[in-house]
């Protein structure tokens, strides 16, 4: 049976031999940081939760001194692309469509024929699971047709990996705060004092309640993945999911939604509203939010009602 | 009942706005929250371990990286630039319409890092959009100049926040399946994904007529 325990150790794969050419290129930072991620992804189902934890603040450590840096691996260029774009044509995204049909394809073949009894995948892992074998598919398929050197599907990889740097585990550590949230029970603390605060049994303002929380804490940090353990914890699952019986995946995937929409509301979200205005040379700093505000407010509004109805009306 | 579990809360919200390390403000967060629980260090440690070991899957994404990087290096970037350069000769409204669609289709399928603003917006469709306002409207003043080359970014913006959230292997998607896992509620990445859409299709709607009604406010100031 496949799972993820199959993706774990092909990813731990890509991240060692990453560990490895940022050794080979004199980046012990980066080398030190993807090859403790490397042995998590590894080992960490055989080690103790105690050994994990040391893994973390080891990454952590590394990431906080200020040690995984940017890297220039080789790679073409402009003019290079410029000349094999206009060879290869609108071809080059047929390998990167290969994971999504693969993957969606997959699934729906694999659930919705008999194939789903032969239990080749583990139960809710089959999407990821045939993501991972779209992504092998894909690269091969690259690799048959392109022929690249040998090194430049890791050294390319590895480009792109550098440049998003320690932010890589970002999300991964902010569902583990939202774990630590849940053991620590701080769900059930503001359920009681929001369910205090909130009028019993309304559904509808404890979904804007949701939502606006979501967007504020977004424009606060400037990110909506920070937010998100924290309004789940705090009204997504204590009052929408438990209180009110919701469909957790609308609360989930919209609530994300209207934190996207304070994204477009915060000059805290520099790479996405600040650094634009430098780029395009604009007077106003808040230029690009002007432009947003009119669109993420009413954006807003029509995410309260699609979870109002998809959690709620829909769902009961 | 105590209250202080809530602290941790506080350190992540007043550490992300100080804008110290987030990993180091997350992990912070984490062990104050355990500690004023009532847990010891150890128990801290531990249970710190085992959330991150179970949310592993949400790293794994990053293995599409070498299959993006390698057509980058054969012209991913410079194709679709010329797909937008393609757009051209449309008024200021179409075009940037179509490219909002475009960012939302390609980030949906996985591809969110074509478009974006250093690659795209400022060599392409930023001046692409200001020359088809002139086309259409004439010499811009600086203010409506500055308003069109915004709005070019914001459509940059809001095609990729609601377009890759459809792509269900991405790290937002499977961080709201950790969230709620580790709360008890299994979920699948499709099942959160597909609920993507229907914003999606409100944030096109709603976007393409403020585009609309940009192009006309500055055709409207000359009549």
């Given amino acids: ?96 469509l290969i994971v999504p049909v693969t993957a969606v394809a997959g699934t729906l073949l694999y659930n919705y024929t008999p194939l789903a009894e032969t239990g080749l995948f583990e139960a809710r892992r089959e999407t990821l699971v045939l993501f991972g074998i779209g992504v092998l598919v894909a690269l091969a398929a690259s690799i048959a047709w392109l022929r690249p050197p040998i090194a430049a599907p890791a050294e390319e990889g590895r480009r792109l990996l550098d440049s998003i740097g320690w932010a890589a585990i970002l999300p991964q550590m902010l569902a583990a705060l939202g ?135 829909l769902w009961s | 009942m105590s209250y202080w579990p809530l602290m941790g809360i506080a350190l992540v919200v007043i550490g992300f706005a100080l804008r110290f390390n987030p990993l180091l403000v997350v992990v912070g967060a984490a062990v104050a929250t355990g500690l004023l629980a009532g847990l010891d260090g150890v128990a801290v440690v531990e249970a710190l371990g085992k959330a991150f070991n179970d949310n592993r899957y949400i790293s794994v994404t990053w293995i599409i990286l070498p299959v993006i990087g390698l057509l980058e290096r054969y012209g991913l970037q410079q194709r679709a630039r010329a797909v937008i350069a393609g757009m051209r000769g449309a008024t200021m409204g179409k075009l940037l319409i179509a490219y909002l669609g475009f960012r939302q289709i390609t980030a949906a399928l996985g591809m969110k890092d074509i478009g974006g603003h250093p690659q795209a917006v400022r060599p392409l469709v930023a001046p692409m959009a200001e020359a088809a306002a002139e086309q259409s409207h004439g010499e811009l003043a600086e203010a409506e100049r500055d308003q069109v080359k915004a709005m070019a970014a914001a459509t940059d913006n809001v095609g990729l926040f609601f377009g890759e959230d459809i792509f269900f292997a991405i790290a937002s998607i499977l961080l709201i399946q950790g969230v709620f896992e580790a709360a008890g509620y299994p979920l699948t990445p499709l099942q959160l994904s597909v609920w993507a859409i229907p914003s999606a299709i409100c944030a096109f709607v709603i976007h393409a007529w403020r585009i609309r009604s940009l192009d006309r406010r500055i055709g409207s100031a000359r009549a």
Avoid at chain 1, 52 to 58: F, I, S
Wanted: a neutral charge; hydrophobic letters at 60%; one cysteine or more.
């Fill in chain 1, 1 to 96: 049976m496949i799972g993820y325990e199959f993706l774990y150790l092909l990813a731990g794969g890509f991240f060692a031999l990453w560990a490895v050419l940022s050794l080979r290129d004199a980046r012990p930072g980066n080398a030190a940081f993807w090859g403790v991620l490397a042995a998590s992804f590894f080992f960490g189902s055989h080690l103790s939760d105690f050994a994990n934890g040391l893994l973390v603040l080891v990454l952590v450590g590394i990431a906080g001194a200020g040690w995984v840096k940017r890297s220039t691996p080789a790679t073409t260029t402009p003019q290079e692309r410029e000349i094999s774009a206009a060879r290869l044509g609108n071809r080059l995204f047929l390998p990167a």
């Fill in chain 1, 179 to 313: 774990a630590v949230f849940a053991l620590a029970g701080v769900g059930d603390i503001i359920g009681g004092l929001a369910g205090a605060a909130i009028p019993e049994g309304s559904v509808l303002l404890t979904v804007v309640v949701f939502a606006l929380g979501m967007a504020g804490f977004t424009m606060i940090m400037g990110n909506a993945f920070a937010a998100f353990p924290v309004m789940a914890a705090a009204i997504g699952i204590p009052l929408l999911v438990e209180q009110y019986g919701g469909n957790p995946a609308v609360i989930g995937a919209v609530g994300m939604l209207a934190g996207f929409c304070g994204t477009l509301l915060t000059p805290m979200a520099a790479n996405f509203n600040i650094v634009p205005a430098a780029l395009l040379e604009l007077k106003d700093q808040n230029a690009v939010i002007r432009q947003q505000v009119g669109t993420a407010v009413p954006l807003w509004a029509c995410n309260v009602v699609i979870i109002y109805v998809g959690a709620f009306l």
